[in-house]
Structure formats: C-alpha cells, structure tokens
C-alpha cells in the first residue's frame, strides 16, 4: 500500500499535538507546546517541519525535522533536530515511523552538517545514528561546599527569567554568546528555548542588582542544565548560592564539553562527577564538523602534533596538528585506520577514549590525546 507523505500546516496544529502526546502518554497541558514552546507553534513555518501520515483522513503519524544553526567556534553547523517522532496506537507495527525517517533523513542530506535526536541507541543506528559525545555531570552537596571553601560566595541573588525582563534577557544571551560552543537563538526566542523539557530559568544578580549570569534548572531545582555567566568564579557562585537554597538536597550540575576551566573547578570539591554520552548523533558533513572541533578543542587545550587518515566509509579525512593549528580536511591519502561510519561516531566525540572504542594502529594514537572531541547536547536546543 503506497502512502503519501505531506508536510503539516497551522490548521493541522490541534490534531499533530493530541496524536503526539497521545503517542507519548502526555496529558495537557503538559504535552508537547508546553515541553518545546520554541519549536510546538501554530504557524505554517513552524507546523511544516513535522512529516505526517494520515489513514482515513487523520493524522498516524508524525516526524518532526527542526532546522538549528549551532556556532562552533568560527564555524557555523546547519543541524537537523528530529523529534516528536511518534505513531498513534491505532497504527503501530504498519511500518509508519521508518517510512517517514527515510524520508526525513533523505531529505536532511545535503542541507545539513550534523543531525541529532533522542530515543532507543539501536532503533536510530538504521538510519545511521550512534550515542555518542560527551555531557560532564558533578553531583555538589552543602557538606563539599563546607569544607572546600572557608569563605562564603559573593552575594548573588536569583530572580526568574521571564520574557518580559528585556533588558535582562539581553544580557543573559550576551554571556551565552561568548561560549566557544553555542546554539544561535534568536533574542525574541531566548526564554522560550530556556523552557524547553519544562526547566525553569533564573536570573543571578549581584548585590547592586546587575545580571551577572542565569541557569536553568529540572527535577524541582536539583538538577542545573544550562549554567553561564560572566566568568568562571561567579559560575562556582552561582552554584555554591543555589546549593544554599535546596536545604540539604544535592544538586546535580550538567556542563558542556567546552567548559573544560569550569569542569576542572567542579571536580575540585564536588562530591562525584561522571561523563554521560550527549545524545544520538549523525554526521552528515565529516569534514566540516570534525574541523570546527578540532580547532576549538585546540583553542581551549592545545593539542600535540600529528597527523591521522581515517577512512570512516562515508568519507576519508585528515586529521591534522601542526604549527599551531588543528585542521580536519578530505584526502584521498592511505588511511592509517578504516572504521564504519558508525564507529567513527564514538571512536571521535567518545564518551570514551578511542582506545576504549577500538585497537588503535600506530599511525592512528595521537587520536587518544586529541579525543573525544568537544560535541556536547544542550536541553535549551533540544527538539
């Protein structure tokens, strides 16, 4: 049975967001509109991102595609975010969701450099995704704060973040511009990605009142996704100030894989730390991707000099460190090592060592020292 696949519209909004969260066990008003207010809008731009399957006139079947523009240092990565993928109970098992992913990765090629999205490790390697990357996480309680530090932080005050503090939210999205790493939100959409996955945004100010950073936080304030501010020192302020509001509760900090100064701060007093894989990855444009990294990665910590081949199926790259720069380019030299496309996912952006991953020949061992790379998953660009 051929089925036709469209691209959904404003007036199809109300039907998409009850299949979805019917699919998901969502219950309003905490569906989809309320988990991704930037994204779950009822516009045609918006709505026709979702690719949809209708039996008997309704809709069974949605994948959505959202188009992001991450900077990576001086490079900016054009991403496909997948998400909401979903087919109603009525029609589950009837090959729905892989006709629409076909489609929706077809599509994607080409247009995008690096595709993510949630879900099940195996179901997505089908269509060529790999958990993979890396989200440092330190668990900080009151005890490691009394002992690691003998004076108190300076006094910051936290305030909500809502839209209608402009002046504040301009300043929030200044500091998080600086990052190396940084997902492009438009100003008017700021807040909105903030409350993605139901986080709360606040503010923190210093003692004259002056925005000094903000952070988002889940898990009714235990858990912190997205921390920034002005420097390192006020980010551990900021944190030691939100661990004196939760009376006793651990709190667990998420950080970026660029924020290596903030990471080395954290693992000072905190209690535990861990690396957790990002997200599922695809790479569609190796080489733009791997080039952007490796030159951040050697900004923030300089890397030793070599030069690697690895021939990852889709595409054959040089790997390079030499006179102060990084570089990833095509060649059609020898490769020092072969690997699947698949493998080369972790073998690069880890979680693990690439040792960890695979035997690594001779000619292929700087990649220990250069890896994994700095490809981390933020909830506030979440899909």
């Not at 090629?109 to 490790?121: E, K, N, P, T």
């Not at 190396?180 to 986080?199: A, N, Q, S």
């Amino acid at each position: 049975m051929s089925e036709t696949i469209e691209r959904l519209r404003a007036v199809d909004f109300a039907e998409a967001m009850e299949v979805m969260d019917t699919s998901f066990g969502f219950d309003p008003p905490t569906g989809f509109p309320m988990i991704h207010p930037a994204i779950y809008r009822p516009t045609d731009e918006w709505m026709r991102c979702n690719y949809a399957i209708r039996r008997g006139g309704r809709i069974a079947a949605v994948v959505g595609v959202y188009s992001r523009v991450t900077a990576v240092g001086e490079t900016e990565w054009r991403v496909a975010g997948v998400g909401g993928v979903c087919v109603h109970p009525d029609h589950r098992r009837s090959g729905l969701m892989k006709l629409l992913m076909d489609r929706a990765v077809e599509d994607m090629q080409g247009d995008a450099h690096i595709s993510f999205l949630g879900g099940q490790r195996q179901r997505y390697a089908y269509w060529g995704y790999e958990k993979c990357g890396m989200n440092p996480v330190f668990n900080v309680r009151e005890s490691n704060l009394r002992h690691a530090f003998d004076a108190p932080p300076s006094t910051i005050k936290f305030e909500p973040l809502g839209e209608h503090y402009s002046d504040r939210v301009e300043a929030c999205k200044a500091f998080y511009d600086q990052r190396p790493i940084h997902g492009v939100r438009p100003l008017e959409d700021f807040v909105k990605h903030l409350l993605t996955w139901r986080h709360e945004p606040w503010v923190a100010l210093d003692e004259d009142g002056i925005p000094v950073g903000y952070l988002t936080v889940a898990d009714k304030g235990s858990g912190i996704a997205e921390l920034v501010g002005v420097s390192d020192d006020v980010r551990v302020d900021m944190v030691r100030a939100w661990v004196g509001r939760k009376e006793g509760r651990a709190l667990g900090v998420r950080l970026q894989p660029d924020d290596i100064s903030l990471i080395r701060l954290l693992g000072t007093f905190c209690e535990s730390g861990r690396i957790e894989p990002a997200c599922n990855w695809r790479i569609l444009d190796w080489p733009v991707v791997v080039d952007a990294l490796m030159k951040v990665k050697h900004e923030l910590t300089p890397l030793a000099e070599g030069h690697v081949v690895i021939d990852v199926t889709e595409a054959r790259l040089a790997l390079t460190v030499s006179g102060g720069e990084a570089s990833c380019t095509e060649t059609d030299e020898e490769a020092d090592l072969t690997v699947p496309a698949l493998d080369a996912h972790r073998l690069l952006f880890g979680p693990q060592a690439p040792s960890l991953v695979m035997d690594l020949p001779s000619g292929a061992q700087s990649l220990d020292g250069w890896c994994p790379l700095p490809l981390g998953y933020a909830h506030p660009d979440g899909v």
